[in-house]
């Protein structure tokens, strides 16, 4: 039943999945996409035990003001740190995906050590599989959206292993 008000919610009020996320789920990741009027957004519950009748995550990709292109819920995360910045020895490059069916929805950071942990870019990608996702191979992702800097709101202390 929740399920349902919540995608109700968001096809009827796409403004509200555009802001952040609802209640009781708290903003894991957001962005806007670069060069475009989209905006993902990675959502979870920061207490499961309290809601055990709902998925501990969800994402949205909306574009404009039109309802959610996509939205999927999830039980857990999986972390991914394939990449590094090799021309910035201090940052640390780290990815959280979500799994629907058989695709993996992700952002990857990558946080400026010597700016306090300040994320400097952050990018929405997508896999194929779950493996595609964590393994070592880089360029793998069948889709790669580069976030706007100035949007990105991250619950730092979720998405550090």
């Not at 969800?58 to 021309?87: H, N, Q």
């Not at 020895?89 to 400026?112: C, I, R």
């Amino acid at each position: 039943m929740k399920r349902r008000l919540l995608a109700v919610a968001l096809a009827l009020f796409p403004f509200a999945a555009k802001a952040n996320c609802l209640p009781p789920w708290q903003t894991l990741f957001a962005c806007d996409i670069a060069g475009s009027s989209a905006r993902a957004e990675f959502c979870e519950i920061a207490d499961p035990e309290s809601h055990k009748s709902l998925k501990s995550h969800y994402y949205t990709y909306v574009v404009g003001t039109k309802p959610a292109e996509l939205y999927f819920e999830a039980d857990g995360y999986y972390f991914s740190t394939k990449d590094t910045v090799s021309d910035h020895p201090t940052d640390l490059a780290m990815g959280v995906g979500l799994a629907n069916k058989n695709y993996v929805y992700s952002f990857f950071v990558t946080e400026d050590k010597t700016l306090d942990g300040k994320i400097r870019e952050a990018e929405i990608r997508v896999y194929k599989s779950l493996d595609a996702f964590s393994n070592d191979a880089k360029n793998n992702e069948q889709l790669r959206l580069q976030c706007k800097t100035s949007s990105i709101v991250a619950n730092q202390d979720n998405i550090r292993p």
